[in-house]
C-alpha cells in the first residue's frame, strides 16, 4: 500500500533503505550479459593506456623511478615494445570480448598481466599497471560470461589485418620515432623518418642516428610492432578453421520434403535450398531456418519452413545458436505471419522493408490502358522477329541447358554471382527440375557472329509450392532490343495455366510505401523528404526504378519484414544484408547507374543479383 507524505506518493519503504538497496545493485556490478560488453569498453581504455606508455618518452612521476633504474637498459626498452604490443592486442580482443568470445578471453588473460608490468617498468605507471590488473582480475572473476564459440574463418581476414595492421604499426612507429626527435644527430627529414619506420619494422637499422648510438627504444617498438603484425597476419592466414555451416545434402533432402508440404506458404521458401546458407532444425524435425553468418550477423531469410505449429522450436534452436556464438540475430524479408511469429517468440522487433510484388495469373491481361505501355513493347519487339519459350527445367536438352548456363555467365555484369534472399544460384541442378526458363530468340542478321546462337534472353524461375514461380534470375545479351524482360514475363504469364502455374512472385520493392505516399498529392515533409532521399540513392541502387517495373505489371503487394534485436542494431544489420546480397562493391558503388535509368527501368539492364528483393 501507498501513501502520500508531503504530497508525494510513497510506498512506505525509508528512503535510507532505498539508497542501501541502490547501493547494492551497484556492488553487484553489470547484469551478467552486460558484463562482456563493460569490459569490451574497459579493454579499449586499457589498450590506450598500454600504447601511450610505450610511444610517451619516460619522465620521473614517482620514487619508483629510483629503484627502476636499476634494472638493465635493455629490461626498460623491452618493456617499452612490450607496452606498446600488450595495448594494440588488447585493442584488438576488445570487439571479440564485447562479443563474449572464449579465444579472446584466453588471450587477454594472458596478455594483461604483461603488459601491467611493462607500464610499471618503463613508465613507472600505478594507474595503468592497477587498471590492466583490475580487468585481468575481472576476466578471472566473470569467466562463465565468456563462453562463444568462434565464428567460421574468413579467407580475406589476413589480408584485411595486414592491410590495418600495417597502417597502425607505421603511424605508431613514426609516433616513436618522433617522440625521440631531441636525441636524433642533425635533422632528419620526413622522408628519411618514413625510411627508418619501414626498415625498423622489418627488424633493420634506419638511417637516423642518435646521440648515444642507437636508440634501442624505438628500434625494439619498430621490431615488436612489425613482429605483431606478420605474427597476426599469419594466425589468421593458417589458424585452424572453425567449421564454417554448410547445406549437407541430408538437409536439402529434409528441406524438400518439407517444402513438397508446406512450400505454398513463402514465396521464398525453395530459396532455402541456396548451398551456402545453412539450416537449423527445430528438435521434432518439422521446421527449419536457413541462415549466412555475415560480419557477426546471424541473418534467417524469410519465414521459417514446414509446419508453422513447429516454427518456434526451430525459431528457438536458431536463437540458441546465436547466443552460443554471440551472433546478433536478425531476419531479413519475413512476411506479415513470419514476423509475428518471430517477435512473439523472441522479443525481436520488425520493420517494414518493402513490399514483394505477387502477380496472380488468372487476373493478368494485357488488354486495357494500365497495360498499354507493357502491350506496345512487347508487340515491337516480337515484330522485330523475337520468339519465346517456356519450359520446365526437365524438358530442355542437354546442348539447350548448357546454352542458357553459358549465357547465364556470360551475361553477367559482376564477377561474383550475387544473391541472398531470393537467388538460387544455380541452374539446371539435377534436383531442380521443376524450376522453368524462359527464353527469347532472335536468329542473328547475316554477318552477325552471336556466341549463343539465336538466344538473346532467359529469365529462371524457382518453384513456389505446387503451382506457384519466383523469380529468381534475369539476364540478357547487350546487344538485343529493348524490353527483353517485359517480353519474357508477359510470355511466362500467358503460358503459365498450361504449365500449372497460377501465382507468380515478380520482385521486391524496397521501401516501395514510402515511395508511393511521397509521390501523392499532399504528402507531409516528413514522407517527401525520405522519398527524396530514396530518390537519390537510386542513382546508385535500383530501388525506385526497379518500384516501377514492377508496378507495369499491376500487382499485388505483400508487406516483407526485416526483425532485429534493438535499433542500434540495424546498421550493423543493414550492413550484413548488404554484404549477404552483394551489393557492398566499392567500385559498383562509386559507379552512376546510366542515364537511361534514371527514367524507366528496362529491366533487362538488371543483373539478376540486382533483382534481389531484399536489397
Same mark, same amino acid.
Given at each position: 500500500?501507498?501513501?502520500?507524505?508531503?504530497?508525494?506518493?510513497?510506498?512506505?519503504?525509508?528512503?535510507?533503505?532505498?539508497?542501501?538497496?541502490?547501493?547494492?545493485?551497484?556492488?553487484?556490478?553489470?547484469?551478467?550479459?552486460?558484463?562482456?560488453?563493460?569490459?569490451?569498453?574497459?579493454?579499449?581504455?586499457?589498450?590506450?593506456?598500454?600504447?601511450?606508455?610505450?610511444?610517451i618518452p619516460r619522465f620521473r612521476v614517482s620514487k619508483l623511478h629510483t629503484w627502476a633504474e636499476v634494472l638493465p637498459g635493455t629490461v626498460t626498452q623491452l618493456a617499452a615494445a612490450g607496452?606498446?604490443?600488450?595495448?594494440?592486442?588488447?585493442?584488438?580482443?576488445?570487439?571479440?570480448?564485447?562479443?563474449?568470445?572464449?579465444?579472446?578471453?584466453?588471450?587477454?588473460?594472458?596478455?594483461?598481466?604483461?603488459?601491467?608490468?611493462?607500464?610499471?617498468?618503463?613508465?613507472?605507471?600505478?594507474?595503468?599497471?592497477?587498471?590492466?590488473?583490475?580487468?585481468?582480475?575481472?576476466?578471472?572473476?566473470?569467466?562463465?560470461?565468456?563462453?562463444?564459440?568462434?565464428?567460421?574463418?574468413?579467407?580475406?581476414?589476413?589480408?584485411?589485418?595486414?592491410?590495418?595492421?600495417?597502417?597502425?604499426?607505421?603511424?605508431?612507429?613514426?609516433i616513436i620515432v618522433g617522440s625521440q626527435y631531441k636525441q636524433m644527430v642533425g635533422d632528419p627529414s620526413i622522408l628519411e623518418q618514413i625510411e627508418h619506420v619501414i626498415w625498423g619494422l622489418?627488424?633493420?637499422?634506419?638511417?637516423?642516428?642518435?646521440?648515444?648510438?642507437v636508440d634501442y627504444t624505438v628500434a625494439y617498438s619498430l621490431g615488436a610492432l612489425g613482429l605483431l603484425t606478420v605474427a597476426s597476419t599469419a594466425y589468421l592466414a593458417f589458424r585452424p578453421?572453425?567449421?564454417?555451416?554448410?547445406?549437407?545434402?541430408?538437409?536439402?533432402?529434409?528441406?524438400?520434403?518439407?517444402?513438397?508440404?508446406?512450400?505454398?506458404?513463402?514465396?521464398?521458401?525453395?530459396?532455402?535450398?541456396?548451398?551456402?546458407?545453412?539450416?537449423?532444425?527445430?528438435?521434432?524435425?518439422?521446421?527449419?531456418?536457413?541462415?549466412?553468418?555475415?560480419?557477426?550477423?546471424?541473418?534467417?531469410?524469410?519465414?521459417?519452413?514446414?509446419?508453422?505449429?513447429?516454427?518456434?522450436?526451430?525459431?528457438?534452436?536458431?536463437?540458441?545458436?546465436?547466443?552460443?556464438?554471440?551472433?546478433?540475430?536478425?531476419?531479413?524479408?519475413?512476411?506479415?505471419?513470419?514476423?509475428?511469429?518471430?517477435?512473439?517468440?523472441?522479443?525481436?522487433?520488425?520493420?517494414?522493408?518493402?513490399?514483394?510484388?505477387?502477380?496472380?495469373?488468372?487476373?493478368?491481361?494485357?488488354?486495357?490502358?494500365?497495360?498499354?505501355?507493357?502491350?506496345?513493347?512487347?508487340?515491337?519487339?516480337?515484330?522485330?522477329?523475337?520468339?519465346?519459350?517456356?519450359?520446365?527445367?526437365?524438358?530442355?536438352?542437354?546442348?539447350?541447358?548448357?546454352?542458357?548456363?553459358?549465357?547465364?555467365?556470360?551475361?553477367?555484369?559482376?564477377?561474383?554471382?550475387?544473391?541472398?534472399?531470393?537467388?538460387?544460384?544455380?541452374?539446371?541442378?539435377?534436383?531442380?527440375?521443376?524450376?522453368?526458363?524462359?527464353?527469347?530468340?532472335?536468329?542473328?542478321?547475316?554477318?552477325?557472329?552471336?556466341?549463343?546462337?539465336?538466344?538473346?534472353?532467359?529469365?529462371?524461375?524457382?518453384?513456389?509450392?505446387?503451382?506457384?514461380?519466383? $523469380? #529468381? &534470375?534475369? /539476364?540478357?545479351? +547487350?546487344?538485343?532490343?529493348?524490353?527483353?524482360?517485359?517480353? =519474357?514475363?508477359?510470355?511466362?504469364?500467358?503460358?503459365?495455366?498450361?504449365?500449372?502455374?497460377?501465382?507468380?512472385?515478380?520482385?521486391?520493392?524496397?521501401?516501395?510505401?514510402?515511395?508511393?505516399?511521397?509521390?501523392?498529392?499532399?504528402?507531409?515533409?516528413?514522407?517527401?523528404?525520405?522519398?527524396?532521399?530514396?530518390?537519390?540513392?537510386?542513382?546508385?541502387?535500383?530501388?525506385?526504378?526497379?518500384?516501377?517495373?514492377?508496378?507495369?505489371?499491376?500487382?499485388?503487394?505483400?508487406?516483407?519484414?526485416?526483425?532485429?534485436?534493438?535499433?542500434?542494431?540495424?546498421?550493423?544489420?543493414?550492413?550484413?544484408?548488404?554484404?549477404?546480397?552483394?551489393? $557492398? #562493391? &566499392?567500385? /559498383?558503388?562509386? +559507379?552512376?547507374?546510366?542515364?537511361?535509368?534514371?527514367?524507366? =527501368?528496362?529491366?533487362?539492364?538488371?543483373?539478376?543479383?540486382?533483382?534481389?528483393?531484399?536489397?
Amino acid at each position: 500500500m501507498s501513501v502520500r507524505v508531503d504530497g508525494k506518493k510513497s510506498d512506505g519503504v525509508p528512503e535510507g533503505t532505498k539508497r542501501l538497496s541502490r547501493l547494492a545493485r551497484i556492488a553487484k556490478g553489470p547484469r551478467p550479459e552486460a558484463v562482456p560488453t563493460v569490459v569490451g569498453w574497459v579493454g579499449i581504455i586499457v589498450g590506450l593506456l598500454n600504447i601511450a606508455a610505450g610511444v610517451i618518452p619516460r619522465f620521473r612521476v614517482s620514487k619508483l623511478h629510483t629503484w627502476a633504474e636499476v634494472l638493465p637498459g635493455t629490461v626498460t626498452q623491452l618493456a617499452a615494445a612490450g607496452s606498446i604490443v600488450v595495448g594494440i592486442l588488447v585493442l584488438m580482443l576488445a570487439h571479440g570480448l564485447k562479443r563474449a568470445k572464449k579465444r579472446a578471453w584466453l588471450a587477454a588473460v594472458i596478455v594483461l598481466p604483461i603488459g601491467a608490468a611493462a607500464q610499471l617498468i618503463y613508465r613507472h605507471s600505478i594507474f595503468g599497471t592497477i587498471c590492466s590488473l583490475a580487468m585481468f582480475a575481472y576476466l578471472v572473476w566473470h569467466k562463465p560470461s565468456f563462453t562463444a564459440l568462434p565464428d567460421p574463418r574468413s579467407r580475406w581476414k589476413w589480408v584485411a589485418n595486414l592491410i590495418i595492421m600495417g597502417g597502425v604499426s607505421f603511424t605508431l612507429g613514426w609516433i616513436i620515432v618522433g617522440s625521440q626527435y631531441k636525441q636524433m644527430v642533425g635533422d632528419p627529414s620526413i622522408l628519411e623518418q618514413i625510411e627508418h619506420v619501414i626498415w625498423g619494422l622489418f627488424g633493420f637499422e634506419g638511417s637516423i642516428r642518435y646521440r648515444h648510438g642507437v636508440d634501442y627504444t624505438v628500434a625494439y617498438s619498430l621490431g615488436a610492432l612489425g613482429l605483431l603484425t606478420v605474427a597476426s597476419t599469419a594466425y589468421l592466414a593458417f589458424r585452424p578453421a572453425y567449421p564454417a555451416p554448410v547445406l549437407t545434402e541430408e538437409d536439402e533432402d529434409k528441406l524438400r520434403e518439407m517444402l513438397a508440404k508446406h512450400g505454398e506458404r513463402d514465396s521464398l521458401g525453395h530459396f532455402a535450398l541456396r548451398r551456402d546458407k545453412s539450416v537449423v532444425f527445430s528438435p521434432s524435425g518439422k521446421a527449419a531456418v536457413s541462415y549466412r553468418v555475415v560480419s557477426g550477423v546471424m541473418l534467417a531469410s524469410g519465414d521459417p519452413i514446414g509446419d508453422v505449429e513447429a516454427w518456434p522450436g526451430a525459431i528457438e534452436q536458431f536463437m540458441l545458436l546465436a547466443k552460443q556464438h554471440s551472433w546478433t540475430p536478425a531476419v531479413a524479408g519475413c512476411s506479415e505471419t513470419g514476423g509475428e511469429v518471430w517477435t512473439r517468440e523472441t522479443g525481436l522487433d520488425a520493420l517494414e522493408m518493402g513490399d514483394e510484388a505477387i502477380v496472380d495469373v488468372a487476373d493478368f491481361s494485357l488488354s486495357g490502358r494500365s497495360m498499354r505501355n507493357v502491350r506496345q513493347m512487347v508487340k515491337r519487339i516480337e515484330r522485330n522477329g523475337y520468339t519465346t519459350k517456356v519450359r520446365r527445367v526437365g524438358d530442355l536438352t542437354a546442348e539447350e541447358l548448357q546454352a542458357v548456363q553459358k549465357a547465364a555467365n556470360a551475361w553477367r555484369d559482376t564477377e561474383d554471382e550475387r544473391g541472398f534472399s531470393m537467388a538460387l544460384g544455380r541452374i539446371g541442378d539435377p534436383k531442380d527440375l521443376d524450376a522453368i526458363i524462359a527464353t527469347a530468340h532472335k536468329d542473328p542478321e547475316e554477318g552477325e557472329d552471336l556466341p549463343f546462337g539465336d538466344l538473346r534472353a532467359m529469365q529462371h524461375y524457382v518453384p513456389w509450392g505446387k503451382d506457384g514461380s519466383s $523469380l #529468381e &534470375l534475369m /539476364r540478357r545479351d +547487350r546487344s538485343a532490343d529493348p524490353g527483353m524482360n517485359e517480353l =519474357l514475363i508477359v510470355a511466362f504469364l500467358q503460358a503459365a495455366p498450361g504449365i500449372g502455374i497460377k501465382r507468380m512472385s515478380l520482385n521486391f520493392a524496397f521501401f516501395r510505401s514510402a515511395l508511393e505516399r511521397g509521390g501523392k498529392l499532399g504528402a507531409g515533409p516528413v514522407v517527401r523528404v525520405q522519398r527524396a532521399v530514396l530518390i537519390f540513392l537510386s542513382r546508385w541502387f535500383q530501388i525506385e526504378s526497379l518500384y516501377k517495373f514492377n508496378e507495369k505489371f499491376r500487382p499485388r503487394w505483400e508487406p516483407r519484414f526485416v526483425a532485429f534485436p534493438t535499433s542500434r542494431d540495424l546498421p550493423r544489420i543493414g550492413f550484413a544484408m548488404m554484404q549477404a546480397e552483394g551489393f $557492398l #562493391e &566499392l567500385p /559498383r558503388l562509386l +559507379r552512376r547507374r546510366p542515364a537511361e535509368l534514371k527514367h524507366s =527501368l528496362d529491366a533487362e539492364q538488371v543483373d539478376a543479383s540486382e533483382v534481389t528483393r531484399a536489397a
